[in-house]
């Protein structure tokens, strides 16, 4: 059931389609005509319940059966029959029917009697549940067809067939057609369920005189959830006579715990009102359906109807007839299997070469999916769209770039690790994205905006419904009120399905599942050669400073502590040949091995612009901006270049600087505070605007005095701002004055980043020589 029970509607509550799907059927307090029911408990074999129409049957008028035990009811010798089958192990409804005859007024009475075991828990929430014997009663008028051990015999030139059945149409149609000539209904189908519990009929035995319904459709309304769920737990059902009065139980409830009898296995179970309604109106006077399961969930079922009166196939027929439902069950989960395990290969095949392929480092993953065999081969679709590591590709109908980047993001946004439909139109109208281009998408999110994404084309069909299926009710006035009852107009009604692809299976789910866990494994070990090897460019281009009798220089690059090692930031600090030195610090934005090779670039382009030239400082930040733009990598960074000359009338050094959105440099002169040396205005970082007018700033260094370049990764936590951390590292810089160069710079790093670095910090710290 698709509720829990506290769900139900209470009993009594008038039933109609507005409420019908929390109907308790399971417990509908009464029984059809037929027979006769008892509940009996054990060991003493009490009567505790009966049906109100058990003098019709047994002779004995049910106020009189009550409380008394079953031999005084049933007979000594009934009653010894049902105690001996309710005695042996293992499931009662194995050995039914129990043969018996009852002794009614001196005439002998032959019955076919039903037993199962009813559980009914307390109402307490605190004493134990009880369990009841059920006893139903049907007359077995005129000569048995067969009895329960010769049902195989009866059906075992069908069971034959079924084995010989080339195809599924031909299990079904032999399934149709032996069902009706075994029962004797007007009309038998087979009837199959669709993903959403929608049903076909996929095959037909009838009389000739009646209109086919071969083909048709019917909508998952039909058959309400909780419908759905006895049917997997009772297989068969019978209502021998639509036009049937309800007899109810006496008592209403069962008296030990004070709840409804669970007649969820009862033969004689009552049906719901709008059940019968719903067969009325179709005009069928009696029906019988048998469950077809794969894997105990329900997959169709057996489906009769009969229109010229009350039909009533007796309980050994049935059971024949439930015998063939399971042997078509059975052979239809072979064939399905059978289907699945060639499939299964086929795309295990593929799987493991595209594993395999995908270890070649040296060939770009998108091209190794899309070779031969390729992504289609795995899971058809009419397209297939890729973006990995950079590259893209496609397969099949061509999808636009920009259309499979706005899926892609689409999806990855629902953070599912396999995101499918089978219509964009309903689950993604946002998008916009018109069915002639795709219509159902499969996509696989991958890390950093990669995805692989397959298309389907609009899967346009046109289903014959038996009835207008969004019309499934009609209004009925009953005095002054008005009540929805089942539609009765089940006459051929054609719809065209649109904006749907063919659906995705959960196997085809199953499967790229499983591919994107290799896929992720792939661009782990191809992310971390790539990082391997940016480790190693950054490792080169973080060089120890050159060695100057004026000055003493200390160089720190200390990553952030996560797994690619790799960063944006770096420093250089170079002598130019009239005896002045260049010191750089510099950040691009970004973490990855992107970012590392942008630096690089940088790095690089400032070297070669700077060298040898009279420049000052504003002037090489200028040029690198135009280079930048001109050049690539088109990378955004904030950068300080910083030129001391040295001061032949003080000892000390002359420092220019200019700043593109950097951090103010640290400098401690002998006997004074450190100072902050700020800019005038604040400045562009690099890369924003070619044009952008950089400013020089000067400073004269005292010898003995230290100047200090760092970038955010020293001063910036998530819990402070940078004024306050560029404050404090001041304040630290104080206090590993007197310290030597290289230590002092160890002691710096050591008391900011007591708990590691949560961003890469870069370091340059210069100490005039006194």
């Known amino acids: 059931m698709t509720g829990s029970e506290t769900d139900l509607l209470p009993a009594g509550t008038p039933v109609d389609l507005s409420n019908c799907e929390r109907e308790p059927i399971h417990v509908p307090g009464s029984i059809q005509p037929r027979g006769v029911l008892l509940a009996v408990s054990e060991p003493d074999l009490v009567v505790v319940q009966v049906s109100e129409n058990l003098a019709d049957l047994v002779g004995v008028d049910p106020s009189d059966a009550l409380g008394r035990r079953l031999p005084e009811v049933l007979g000594v010798a009934a009653a010894g029959a049902v105690a001996r089958s309710a005695s042996a192990f293992g499931d009662l409804r194995e050995r039914n029917p129990v043969e018996v005859t009852l002794d009614v007024e001196g005439s002998p009475v032959p019955v076919d009697a039903l037993l199962h075991r009813a559980v009914v828990g307390p109402d307490d929430g605190v004493s134990p549940p009880t369990a009841l014997l059920v006893v139903e009663l049907e007359p077995a008028r005129g000569p048995r067809p067969f009895s329960f051990p010769n049902t195989y015999q009866a059906v075992r030139g069908t069971v034959g067939e079924l084995n010989r059945a080339t195809s599924l149409q031909e299990l079904y149609d032999i399934t149709a057609q032996a069902v009706r000539e075994l029962t004797g209904f007007d009309r038998v189908m087979v009837y199959r369920y669709d993903a959403d519990y929608n049903g076909e009929v996929v095959a037909e035995a009838k009389a000739e005189e009646l209109n086919s319904f071969l083909g048709l459709h019917y909508p998952a309304s039909d058959i309400p959830a909780q419908a759905r769920a006895l049917y997997e737990k009772n297989w068969i059902r019978l209502i021998s006579d639509v036009d049937y009065r309800p007899v109810p139980l006496r008592p209403a409830l069962v008296p030990s715990t004070g ?3 669970d007649m969820t296995f009862s033969t004689l179970r009552s049906v719901s009102p709008i059940h019968v309604e719903y067969l009325q ?7 019988m359906s048998v469950s ?6 329900l997959w169709g ?6 229109y010229s009166g009350p039909h009533a196939p007796p309980y050994a027929t049935r ?8 042997t078509l069950s059975l052979r239809l989960v072979d064939r399905a299997e059978e289907g699945e395990v060639h499939r299964a290969l086929q795309v295990r095949s593929t799987l493991a070469w595209l594993t395999t392929a995908t270890l070649d480092e040296d060939r770009p993953l998108a091209d190794t999916l899309l070779g031969s065999p390729d ?9 297939v769209a890729v973006h990995l590591q950079g590259h893209r590709g496609s397969r099949g109908t061509p999808l636009p770039e920009a259309t499979a980047g706005a899926i892609a993001a689409w999806a990855a946004a629902r953070h599912e690790d396999v995101v499918a439909t089978d219509s964009l139109p309903r689950h993604a109208a946002e998008l916009q994205v018109s069915c002639e281009v795709a219509c159902g998408v499969l996509v696989l999110p991958l890390p950093d905006g990669q995805y692989v994404l397959w298309h389907r084309a609009e899967a346009r069909r046109t289903v014959d419904w038996g009835g207008d299926p969004h019309n499934k ?5 009953e005095g002054d009120s008005v009540r929805l009852s089942p539609r009765k107009s089940f006459e051929r009604w054609q719809e065209t399905v649109r904006d749907r692809s063919e659906p995705w299976t959960a196997q085809e789910l199953a ?3 499983e591919l994107r866990t290799h896929l992720l494994e792939a661009l782990y070990a191809r992310s971390r050669s790539i990082v391997r090897a940016a480790e190693t460019l950054q490792r080169s281009m973080l060089t120890a400073p050159p060695e100057s009798p004026r000055l003493q220089v200390a160089v720190r690059y200390v990553p952030a502590a996560r797994e690619a090692q790799v960063g944006g930031d770096w420093y250089d600090v170079f002598e130019q040949p009239d005896g002045s030195t260049f010191v750089v610090i510099g950040d691009v934005v970004g973490h990855d091995t992107a970012a590392a090779a942008d630096m690089a670039q940088l790095r690089g382009l400032l070297r070669g612009i700077a060298y040898d030239s009279a420049d000052g400082p504003a002037t090489v930040l200028r040029r690198l901006d135009f280079a930048v733009a001109g050049l690539g990598p088109h990378a955004m960074a904030t950068v300080l270049v910083g030129r001391l000359t040295p001061d032949p009338e003080t000892g000390g050094a002359r420092l220019r600087w200019s700043s593109a959105g950097h951090l103010p440099p640290l400098l401690v002169e002998p006997g004074d505070d450190v100072l902050t040396l700020t800019t005038p205005r604040a400045e562009l970082l690099l890369g924003v605007d070619p044009a952008a007018r950089r400013t020089e700033s000067e400073a004269l260094l005292e010898p003995g005095s230290t100047l200090l370049l760092y970038t955010d990764g020293l001063v910036e936590r998530r819990d402070q701002v940078f004024d306050i951390g560029v404050e404090r590292l001041a304040g630290e810089l104080v206090a590993v004055r007197d310290r030597p160069l290289e230590a002092a710079a160890d002691e710096l790093i050591g008391r900011m980043l007591r708990d590691g670095a949560e961003d890469d910090v870069a370091l340059v710290a210069v100490r005039l020589r006194g």
């Open 375 to 383: 992504l289609l081969d795995l899971l058809p679709a009419d397209g």
């Open 281 to 287: 109106n179709m005009g069928v006077r009696a029906s």
């Open 292 to 297: 077809l399961l794969r894997d105990d969930r």
């Open 259 to 261: 709840q409804p009898l």
């Open 301 to 306: 079922l057996i489906a009769c109807h009969h």
């Open 473 to 477: 009710a009609i209004a009925e006035r």
């Open 511 to 513: 499967e790229v599942g």
């Open 319 to 326: 059971a024949a007839a439930e015998f063939l439902g399971s």
